[in-house]
T-cell receptor, first 117, second 109 residues
Framework: DAGVIQSPRHEVTEMGQEVTLRCKPI?????LFWYRQTMMRGLELLIYFNNNVPIDDSGMPEDRFSAKMPNASFSTLKIQPSEPRDSAVYFC???????????????FGPGTRLTVL | EDKVVQSPLSLVVHEGDTVTLNCSYE??????LLWYKQEKKAPTFLFML????IEKKSGRLSSILDKKELFSILNITATQTGDSAVYLCAVYNNNDMRFGAGTRLTVKP
């Protein structure tokens, strides 16, 4: 398996532009996570899908952020309009569902480094 | 407010030393605690702990959870330079995962 695939790997955009980050989880995994990592705030969970359904999006910073998972093999994280403070590395991770509903081992993608000028 | 606190924040040791990294937490509806290793790129999963007192082991790494005292430790024996990384602890409750700030471990030859 190729692991979790994220695209693009790097994105540089100007403030106000729309940004779409993409993720393909590992085949057969039931859970998908979007994280953001910055020096200031460390690693933060933004949103978590279980069987394509968003479970909790309380970590999404504000209405400018939205995430979708139209099927088990694809998810997007969209920022519109983007702002310089959104600059970060965005990780996607997938996990097989633990029997008790607790996410098991998470496999992280390589991340997308976003720079908003 | 839920929080996860790791200590120490940084640690420098020499090859062959044994290290113990700490993670304490205060969260509602605790479900599991996870340890990750992050070098220059994405985190890699090490352990998931859900039950107190059961040690998880993988090679030179081991971890244990104490749900009464609300902490976990990660032990690394016979450290190697390749163990140099940031070690992250995260706690999962019903709907959220909260990360600690990490411990930066540097292993010198």
């Amino acid at each position: 398996d190729a692991g979790v695939i994220q695209s693009p790997r790097h994105e540089v955009t100007e403030m106000g532009q729309e940004v779409t980050l993409r993720c393909k989880p590992i085949s057969g995994h039931n859970s998908l996570f979007w994280y953001r990592q910055t020096m200031m705030r460390g690693l933060e969970l933004l949103i978590y899908f279980n069987n394509n359904v968003p479970i909790d999006d309380s970590g999404m910073p504000e209405d400018r952020f939205s995430a979708k998972m139209p099927n088990a093999s694809f998810s997007t994280l969209k920022i519109q309009p983007s702002e310089p403070r959104d600059s970060a590395v965005y990780f996607c991770a997938s996990s097989p569902l633990y029997l008790a509903g607790v996410p098991d081992t998470q496999y992280f993608g390589p991340g997308t480094r976003l720079t908003v000028l | 407010e839920d929080k996860v606190v790791q200590s120490p924040l940084s640690l420098v040791v020499h090859e062959g030393d044994t290290v113990t990294l700490n993670c304490s937490y205060e969260v509602t509806n605790f479900r599991s605690l996870l340890w990750y290793k992050q070098e220059k790129k994405a985190p890699t999963f090490l352990f998931m702990l859900t039950s107190s007192g059961i040690e998880k082991k993988s090679g030179r790494l081991s971890s244990i959870l104490d749900k009464k005292e609300l902490f976990s430790i990660l032990n690394i024996t016979a450290t190697q330079t390749g163990d140099s990384a940031v070690y992250l602890c995260a706690v999962y409750n019903n709907n959220d995962m909260r990360f600690g700030a990490g411990t930066r471990l540097t292993v010198k030859p």
